[in-house]
């Protein structure tokens, strides 16, 4: 499908969102999917590409903020991309219900990202009081992994995948600590710089 198609289907989506977001007394974000608001991952791309080269914000002393406050900095800075007025409230799972999409952002030299108690893979429905009608299963959860590695702290590479795919791409133990954890390694992170990697291919590079 050719980038201007998926770009107008995306931003036709985005509109409904927009308008039902400042019509609705709840945030959409936290609420659950609606399959005629809900985003494919390439639509999702086109609309948070840009993304791409964004430093990690930072207190007035100029340090990067602390990992929660980070992480919901960038829930919020892809919520407004996708056509949210509101940022979705920190600690939900998936952090963007409405659109079954869970977010990270990683400033450290190694990364380790953390999928809670939920195994990415998993075929087991979600159970939650939001999920009782769709049904939806854990590996199917949409993941938006941003790298921004030292010293510059900007975006160097983006990952939109479903559990499914992750599984595909770097695997994740089946065992657990405390949470269920995936390690990305330097050289596939070298490798990837300046690219974003949306459903196992590679979007565009920088």
Not at 185 to 194: A, I, L, P, T, V
Request: charged share 25%; hydrophobic share 40%.
């Amino acid at each position: 499908m050719r980038k201007a198609t998926i770009l107008s289907e995306a931003n036709r989506k985005k509109q409904l969102i927009y308008r039902k977001d400042l019509e609705d007394a709840n945030v959409l974000a936290n609420q659950r999917p609606e399959a005629s608001m809900l985003y494919r991952l390439e639509e999702i791309a086109v609309l948070v590409e840009d993304l791409m080269g964004i430093d990690a914000p930072r207190d007035e002393d100029g340090r990067i903020l602390e990992v929660r406050p980070k992480g919901h900095w960038f829930e919020f800075e892809v919520a407004k991309r996708l056509g949210y007025n509101y940022p979705p409230v920190a600690g939900l799972f998936p952090d963007i219900r409405h659109q079954v999409l869970e977010i990270k952002h990683h400033t450290g030299k190694s990364v380790t990202v953390d999928f809670g108690r939920y195994h990415p893979g998993s075929d087991e429905i979600i159970n939650e009081v939001w999920n009782q009608e769709l049904q939806l299963h854990v590996n199917e959860i949409r993941y938006l992994i941003a790298l921004a590695p030292p010293p510059e702290h900007k975006i160097t590479t983006l990952i939109l995948l479903t559990g499914a795919q992750i599984m595909d791409v770097f695997g994740v133990s089946p065992k657990a600590t405390i949470k269920y954890q995936m390690g990305i390694s330097n050289q596939w992170r070298e490798e990837h710089r300046g690219k974003m990697l949306v459903g196992e291919s590679v979007w565009h590079s920088l």
